[in-house]
């Protein structure tokens, strides 16, 4: 397969993806960011980059965020969402701080290629479902020619980076202007 087949057919598989992305599912993850002025962020691995980038642009537009493992994490609790990703929905580790922080009070958003997955079924007050094939997932998604996780971690940055743009677009008040100042300044 040479470059140009390859682009296409990955441009073609996150079309699909985002075709079949639930548009009220996406509206309630949206609601749930904008509700929730305290939010805590995990994941591992490519979608743990992706996630990443999302708690980054959060705090840019000015919720106090909090990346879990972190030295500098406070304690979770009552008022506080958690933004779990894990693409197959059986992450160990991920599992466990989820049961913690529902033992806490706080409200966990799983966001997933697996909504079958232990803790979306078990821990989540509401999943998020991104439609795109991830690493040992036994879902109905977007399959892909692609290794491993790899489109669900691609749609997942886009789509985290669309509902930040959303939220901007939808909030009086907020702007990428306003949002710029808050970027590190001592770089």
């Not at 959060?58 to 919720?63: A, T």
Request: charged residues 30%.
């Amino acid at each position: 397969m040479d470059y140009r087949e390859m682009y296409e057919k990955i441009l073609d598989e996150h079309r699909q993806v985002y075709e079949k992305t639930d548009q009220a599912g996406l509206r309630d993850f949206i609601e749930e960011v904008k509700k929730h002025d305290r939010i805590f962020l995990i994941g591992v691995g490519r979608e743990g980059m992706a996630t990443r980038a999302f708690a980054m642009r959060l705090m840019h537009m000015g919720k106090e965020i909090h990346w879990i493992w972190d030295d500098t994490t406070p304690a979770i609790g009552e008022g506080d969402m958690l933004i779990a990703t894990l693409g197959d929905g059986r992450i160990g580790h991920i599992n466990y701080v989820c049961e913690r922080a529902k033992e806490a009070g706080a409200m966990i958003y799983v966001v997933t290629g697996s909504p079958s997955g232990d803790t979306a079924k078990n821990l989540a007050d509401k999943v998020f479902f991104v439609p795109a094939a991830v690493y040992r997932g036994t879902d109905e998604v977007v399959p892909s020619f692609q290794p491993m996780g790899n489109l669900f971690e691609q749609c997942l940055f886009i789509l985290f980076d669309m509902i930040v743009m959303m939220i901007v677009d939808e909030t009086e008040g907020l702007s990428f202007e306003k949002m710029a100042k808050r970027h590190r300044n001592v770089e």
